[in-house]
């Protein structure tokens, strides 16, 4: 069942930002920055941009699979967030075609997915357990449809907070049988580590905290998630640039493994891969 599209005010700051990242998503090549579009700061229009380029993707048909929260700064008032849409997830193990994302980097991360509906104004821990069906680990592939990453939060929420491509593991493991703020996490490229982390470099300190703030952000926004969805609590290490053909595997203690391929890219004889 296709998402409802949302209805929302759109600006002509807005619309022109839109169409920046909307135009380096269909061409491939990532374009300036949007914050010298938008009212510097303004953290509601970066979020009008986001919700609006996500509309265009529904009524396209894609669907939304999930969310990921994304980093802003503290005390900034409006959390960032982006949607997790079915065609950026991608197979443990499958091959991700290069240029479907735009200048990669990947972290190891954690997969909340749900049992039950979030729609609290306010969500303590107890509810994000209650409503957890079960963990998985997770590639979490961030990519950015602005030039050199040169992005401030504002760019980074306009921009769908950097979302990318996500995999996931395949055995679901129960909250009770995890510690999720201890758990080691390693990303390793064919065999050589290069991030590593723990739950408690997740964001706000636990992905369970990461996880009830998220849901917080959502419902504010009027799509508060739901049964199914998965949420991605963050990465838990520093996010580690993609070159083609890379295989990386990431492992979570309790969760085991998951692992992200990319193809390579194109011969410029080739043409664009995408």
Do not use: C
């Not at 190891?108 to 104004?121: Q, R, Y």
């Amino acid at each position: 069942m296709r998402e409802t599209v949302t209805e929302h005010p759109n600006t002509p700051a807005v619309e022109a930002a839109a169409e920046r990242l909307d135009r380096a998503h269909r061409t491939g090549v990532p374009g300036p920055p949007v914050r010298d579009l938008l009212p510097p700061g303004d953290l509601a229009a970066a979020h009008a941009v986001r919700s609006l380029l996500t509309d265009r993707r529904l009524a396209a048909g894609r669907r939304i699979t999930g969310w990921k929260a994304a980093p802003v700064p503290p005390g900034a008032g409006t959390p960032g967030f982006g949607a997790l849409l079915d065609d950026t997830a991608a197979l443990d193990g499958d091959e991700i075609p290069w240029g479907t994302v735009l200048q990669p980097r990947a972290g190891a991360g954690v997969a909340l997915v749900l049992e039950h509906d979030l729609g609290h104004e306010r969500h303590t821990v107890a509810d994000v357990i209650r409503a957890t069906a079960f963990a998985l680990p997770a590639v979490e592939v961030a990519g950015s449809r602005i030039r050199d990453w040169d992005v401030t939060a504002v760019d980074t929420v306009a921009d769908n907070a950097s979302s990318g491509a996500y995999v996931l593991g395949t055995r679901p493991v129960l909250l009770r049988d995890l510690d999720l703020r201890t758990a080691g996490a390693v990303l390793e490229r064919r065999g050589e580590p290069v991030s590593t982390g723990t739950g408690a470099a997740a964001r706000h300190g636990h992905p369970l905290h990461a996880a009830a703030r998220l849901a917080d952000a959502l419902v504010r926004s009027g799509r508060p998630p739901r049964a199914g969805d998965t949420l991605l609590t963050g990465a838990l290490g520093p996010l580690t640039d993609v070159a083609p053909g890379d295989v990386l595997e990431a492992r979570v203690d309790g969760l085991g493994s998951v692992r992200a391929a990319f193809g390579r890219a194109a011969r410029p004889e080739e043409g664009d891969p995408r």
